[in-house]
């Protein structure tokens, strides 16, 4: 790797598959820094766009706000713990993990603790180990037939359950999202309290996350409602269980065993309650591996690496913990639109928040989704996607991080008001599948009416800040800029003029770019939309201008090789015959 690179920097302070980071080392400069000290990760991390982390890594608010470049934190693993979602949200950054890579390694260690505790089988190994031969000492118990009670039936919930029905065992479950058809397609009977699930069952295990409900929910209370003689498990969170009250029940004998893969705090404190847990005789501990298979750690690695690739690449984030679910029927269609619509508010913002009563904040946007792009009910992206499009040729300075994370939160502080609406019909442009449309309605006007997209009325020139577009696969096309109808890519650097259509105008504009050795890669014409042209020529009819002038009014839109200054905008202006001239860039 060379010493300096353009490419986006990606911390990694821990293990993680070689096979996954050799997905990201081909367009990302991967920097491996493991045993890193709290202090020494603060220091560095203003320099990474990306940080991949397992468990061991603490991932703070001090340590969110230092990163100031920090676009995404990917957990390989499922938990999140170690992570400050609510910091990263605020500061825009996307927390990412790894949801179905480890699952059915949790669910086997669930089933081999499971045996193992059932059957003495640590307690016996160590006993034969130490040259002792005592077959009655660790008698066990059959898991066929008994009852295994599972607090949250999710993916992994879900695995044990079928894997226990396999071992000849009755499964019941306590989680109020489950679906009925998929547990009943199990065997599982669904309960409907804590108390039903824990006074049935034989042996109990929680699948759940760590979260202000679930923190300590099997604690003193519930574990006096279980069978005497009854077993515990734990391959989820540590903190599920009430660590304290778990050994005074193993203590009295209550509880005849528990299995334990997670604690409190990892490693456990010397003489803390997860640390004396771990010493009990009949408690079976290991030490954080339900993921520490080779499988999984391939699986997960190579899962949250290419998210990361992907989101630092542009594209919509799939397994975040911090932004809405997207269906990957839903992410297909809407990964050209989210780019078509940043590049809507960006063109907005550069093209009519310069002209009077052009702001944003004096304004509400209308995003209006036509045709098949309606029918999709996630367009957080899209939302996120105008925020970002609307804010970025003003806010580049501030290195704000707008997206599908904290565009919600960016948009109310900033006073920036959209209404989304969907319409199956293809409006007007009945060639396009798909319609996105842009309507900056002045105060005077917002209401929750729809607007009035076509715009046939007599309203003023200024007040017609609209903009459409499409996508063709991964082609963007602007469709409608103002009362001009379009047809051209919203890339790179563009002249626009406004303009009477008459001879020598493309002359004038050449002459005067040339001037200024700014070149012409290619150049497009839009008239006015045919009611615009009808209504405006009616409207001039018996004046001193020719009728047919307005019926010639055009926009010129041409693709330059770079920046235009201001007074080229200034000259072209002050040409007879053109109305305006805009540079953008997008």
């Not at 505790?117 to 180990?129: D, E, F, G, Q, Y």
């Not at 519930?222 to 391959?235: C, T, W």
């Not at 509400?364 to 309606?374: C, K, N, R, S, V």
């Not at 201001?566 to 997008?586: F, M, Q, R, W």
Request: net charge neutral; proline share 6%.
């Amino acid at each position: 790797m060379p010493l300096f690179s353009n490419h986006p920097k990606v911390l990694v302070p821990e293990k993680l598959s070689q096979d996954g980071l050799a997905l990201m080392r081909s367009s990302l400069d991967v920097h491996e820094r493991k045993d890193l000290s709290a202090d020494e990760l603060l220091q560095i991390i203003p320099e990474y766009d990306a940080l991949l982390v397992r468990s061991e890594t603490k991932v703070n608010a001090t340590l969110l706000r230092a990163a100031r470049r920090l676009k995404v934190v990917a957990r390989a693993g499922v938990g999140v713990d170690n992570v400050d979602v609510q910091e990263a949200t605020k500061l825009g950054v996307v927390v990412v993990n790894s949801p179905s890579g480890n699952i059915n390694s949790a669910a086997e260690h669930t089933i081999a603790l499971m045996m193992s505790m059932a059957r003495n089988i640590p307690a016996s190994c160590a006993s034969l180990k130490d040259g002792k031969w005592e077959r009655s000492k660790y008698v066990g118990v059959e898991v066929k037939g008994k009852t295994l009670s599972i607090i949250g039936l999710g993916k992994v919930g879900l695995t044990v359950a079928r894997l226990a029905k396999g071992l000849g065992m009755n499964v019941n479950a306590l989680d109020p999202y489950a679906s009925a058809a998929v547990a009943a397609s199990a065997s599982v009977a669904l309960v409907s309290s804590l108390t039903e699930l824990l006074t049935s069952c034989d042996f109990l295990t929680i699948h759940t996350p760590l979260i202000a409900s679930t923190r300590g929910m099997i604690a003193e209370a519930e574990l006096s409602q279980m069978k005497k003689g009854s077993r515990v498990l734990n391959v989820a969170r540590g903190g599920t269980f009430d660590e304290e009250a778990l050994l005074a029940a193993l203590e009295s004998g209550h509880i005849a065993g528990a299995a334990v893969d997670v604690f409190t705090s990892e490693p456990p404190a010397p003489d803390s309650p997860a640390a004396r847990l771990i010493a009990h005789p009949r408690a079976v501990v290991t030490p954080h591996l339900g993921a520490s298979t080779v499988e999984a750690q391939e699986n997960v690695s190579v899962d949250v690496c290419q998210q990361v690739l992907e989101i630092l690449q542009g594209s919509l984030p799939r397994s975040a913990v911090n932004v809405p679910i997207i269906l990957p029927e839903e992410y297909k269609k809407l990964q050209p639109f989210v780019r078509l619509v940043e590049k809507l508010g960006s063109l907005y913002t550069q093209h009519y928040a310069t002209t009077s009563g052009g702001s944003m904040t004096q304004n509400t946007f209308d995003l209006i989704y036509q045709g098949e792009l309606a029918s999709i009910n996630n367009t957080k992206p899209l939302f996120a996607a105008l925020i970002k499009g609307l804010l970025s040729p003003i806010s580049s300075t501030e290195g704000l991080n707008v997206n599908i994370v904290n565009a919600e939160l960016v948009a109310r502080e900033r006073g920036i008001f959209v209404s989304e609406q969907h319409s199956r019909d293809p409006s007007e442009h009945s060639s396009y599948s798909s319609l996105v449309t842009l309507v900056a309605r002045p105060p005077s006007r917002s209401s929750s009416r729809a607007p009035n997209t076509d715009t046939s009325g007599p309203v003023p020139t200024q007040q017609q800040r609209i903009i459409s577009g499409t996508c063709s696969g991964d082609q963007l096309l602007i469709t409608r800029l103002g009362r001009f109808e379009a047809s051209f890519e919203p890339e790179g650097t563009l002249l626009i003029c406004e303009n009477y259509d008459s001879p020598g105008k493309i002359g004038v504009v050449g002459s005067i770019l040339g001037r200024e050795g700014i070149n012409i890669n290619f150049m497009t014409v839009g008239p006015l939309s045919p009611k615009h042209a009808i209504h405006q020529s009616a409207q001039k009819e018996g004046t001193p201008q020719p009728k047919d002038v307005f019926l010639k009014e055009s926009l010129m839109i041409l693709g330059i090789d770079r920046n235009v200054p201001s007074h080229v905008t200034i000259d072209l202006a002050k040409e007879s015959g053109i109305i305006s001239a805009y540079a953008v860039t997008l």
